[in-house]
């Protein structure tokens, strides 16, 4: 039977071809879409939950250089600053019941680290900071020692080992949990011995001629809040401090989700014309066959063979066609994962959190089984077709050929 269904399958190449291109492209498109789209919401919900900050105030230059999600969600450092002073007057805001205050440093590549992807160098006022904590794995103390670094999830660097910044040799105390943000490429040090490396830096001596000493200035402060009742007047006394722009991440987060359903609904649209287009041409092929190919049939069940048996042949050609489909669709659904997620992360403004192995197994496997219904609807016709065929009948009507 097995050769029999291949030699079926090898001696209608295009139709094969065309059939299994139309499962395995319908399969990539959707698997790449789910994987995406659950990776953005997984970023978005992580980011909402345990990021902390409610609020965060920017100085203004940076909001008009930058989007909000760009700033709140995907890490986007700027090199525009606010003086100590300003950073002082918003946590002394009424209703603001915590913030803290970091400064972006400069972009390091390999040219100058021990890195094998830009990485911004980041400081963090530890003494105040309730952000980074929760993506940490231990016990963050106020002051790093001016040799040790905190690393992003995707950052060189493990912990206890040493790398080489601007140089200068630090040890990594911690790698941080994924965090779906530009946080998961980002270095974080003590936020005075930032402000001292870049100082130091003659490249970034145009900056401070702008701003003034770097040791007086800070890039964001992250704010939070409890009173609900009195958000809105606590954005509005935020805003009215010169110089900076109020970042809500709730409106924020309305908005990347409003966006990313929008791009989800136009992808799975296409996705959906696709499986539409597998379903059509499956049906078409099977549904065909047994009387286009009712002479060759027929010889079968002159020959001994049983309905059973012309059914095996059938669902085996299906069979086969959908699993070679599936398996190259699955493939190359991940290989276009991977694809979306780096565009994703490049010029796009969405959180992102890779998918665990053990869930893109589990949604394999679902589709897998999904396809699997639906190569047996889409032949349930035709299979029925062969309980009506009959050899007499055939060959009365004189169609063996």
Known sequence: MKDLILHSLKMRKVQTVSVTLSVALSVMALFALVLVYGGVQAGVQLNAERGGAQIMVVPTEAAADLSGEDLLFTGAPASYYLSEEAAAKVAATEGVTRSSAQF??????????????????????????????????????????????????????????????????YKVVDKLEPTGSGLDLSILLDIDVVRDICG?????AYLWDKYGDPRGLVSCVLVDYEDEEDYNRLVIRLGNIDGVRVLERSSLVSEAQGQLETVFAILLGAGVLMLVTMLVQLFARFYSCVWDRKSELALYRAVGANRGQLRKLIGGEVGVIVAIGLVAGLVLGAVLYQVLVGMLQNGASFPFAGMPIGAMIGIAVAFIVAFALIAVAAVAVPLTQLGRLEPSLVMQQGDID
């Not at 130091?200 to 970034?204: P, V």
Request: hydrophobic share 40%; proline share 3%.
């Open 200 to 204: 130091a830096s003659d490249g970034l």
């Open 104 to 169: 972006f440093g400069q972009t390091l590549d390999e040219s100058c680290c021990s890195v094998d992807t830009a990485s911004r160098l980041i400081g963090v006022d530890f003494t105040t900071d309730w952000t980074i904590r929760p993506f940490a794995h231990i016990d963050i103390p106020d002051h790093l020692a001016a040799d040790e670094v905190i690393v992003g999830s995707g950052a060189n660097g493990e912990v206890g080992q040493t790398i080489r910044l601007l140089n200068h040799e």
